[in-house]
Each structure stands twice: as structure tokens, then as C-alpha cells.
């Protein structure tokens, strides 16, 4: 479960050109459950989710983060909340790597290497055998139907493809929660529809996942668990579980 008191996040503080991305947001987002930011551009979707996943502070207010392992709690704690408020870097980036996993509008796969050398990119810095990870790679290549390009420059691919080898990046670590930002901005319906089609795949695996959209192919789907209206930095209404 991820808690959020009272967090804003105020850019230029203090400047001539201060600006409150996201104002006083209290939420809670439940373990194993779809949740969609709706909103336009300019709502402070994208920031709330930056926040939420250790990309970026805030400026005031509290998340908590709970049932996640890491190795700097110890046996007895594992379990406890998780402030991650004011956490060292380090500490961080070692979450942002072992909870969550990340689908950018962009995708931001790393051209003139392969699809399966993109999947693989997240999972060097924890240490475990290559191996190991590559096997599982290739297994996310062949969950999500591009296992045939496998040896292909990412490049090559089409916007479905490549779509599909950023969802396999995001899982290479196995993460518990799943962040997306506005995932289907530059797809057509069909390949928006194909998306939410493995969103529920992904929820049937018991992944909480948080996405940010502004597309009504995503927000009124059937798979939404809670959908929070935003709009200048605050929650204007929230339909489905608290």
C-alpha cells in the first residue's frame, strides 16, 4: 500500500516564477489494484507519480510505502511502513530499482542495441548472475509475443513492438508496482486496447499498477479499480476503492 499525507511539491520556491506542480494530495493506493490519474495536461499527473516513485521529493507532506523489502531494513521490519520522505539517495535508488518498474510516454529505449539488451539494461546494477537475467528477459520476450526479435536493434521495431519490449523492461526486476505515464499517448486505439490488455495481465499477476492518463480508452476501462480526477495539483474527485 502506498500513503500519501498532505504532499506538495513547489518548483522555483521562493522565485518570481514559483510554481506548485502538486497541492496538498492525500491518497491511498491499494496493493494489487489499478489506478489511473486522470487529467489534462498540466494536472500534475506526471509529478505525483515522480514522487511516488523516488524520482523526486517533495517539497512538504509524507509517503509511506508499505510491505516493501529492502535490504537495509532488517528481518523483524521488513514489513513496516516505509517513509520515504527523506530517505538518503542511496537508499532511493535502491527502492525506485527493487519496487518499481517504469513505462515512460516515451518509452526511452536505448537505440542501436537490442530489444533484449533494453530489457536486460535495469538488472546490471543489482548484482545477480547475467545469466539468470537473461533467461528471464527472454521469457518476458516470449510472454509478451517479441521474443522473435530478440537479436533485433530496438529501432527496427514497430510502435506496438517496442511498446511491448518497454513493458518487459519495466519487469526485468520483478517489481511489485508498475508506474506509467501516460502509456498510449502516441498509439492508435488498437495498440491502446493490446496495452490494456496486458495491464490486465500484469493485475492478474497481482502487480499494483498506477497510471497516468489522460486517454478515456484507459480511464474507462473495466480494469480500473480507482480513477482520481486532478487537476492544478489537486484531487478534484475520486471514483472507485479509496
Partial sequence: ???????????????????????????????????????????????????????????????????????????????????????????????????????????????????????????????ESQAVFRRRALELMELFAVARHSSSPVDWLSGGEQQRVAIARALINNPAIIIADEPTAHLDSKLSREFMEMVGTLKAQGKTILIASHDPLVFDSELADCVVGMRDGRITDIAGSP
Avoid: W
Fill in 1 to 127: 500500500m502506498i500513503e500519501l499525507s498532505s504532499v506538495t511539491k513547489t518548483f522555483n520556491s521562493g522565485k518570481h516564477n514559483q510554481f506548485t506542480a502538486v497541492d496538498g494530495v492525500n491518497l491511498t493506493i491499494r496493493p494489487g489494484q489499478l489506478t489511473i490519474l486522470k487529467g489534462p495536461s498540466g494536472s500534475g499527473k506526471t509529478t505525483l507519480m515522480a514522487l511516488i516513485g523516488c524520482m523526486s521529493r517533495p517539497s512538504s507532506g509524507r509517503i509511506c510505502l508499505h510491505g516493501i523489502r529492502t535490504s537495509f531494513f532488517t528481518e523483524t521490519d521488513r514489513e513496516a511502513a516505509l517513509d520515504i520522505t527523506s530517505l538518503p539517495e542511496r537508499f532511493l535508488t535502491e527502492i525506485r530499482r527493487s519496487t518499481f518498474g517504469f513505462i515512460f510516454q516515451q518509452f526511452n529505449l536505448m537505440k542501436g542495441i537490442t530489444a533484449l539488451e533494453n530489457i536486460m539494461l535495469p538488472a546490471y546494477p543489482t548484482g
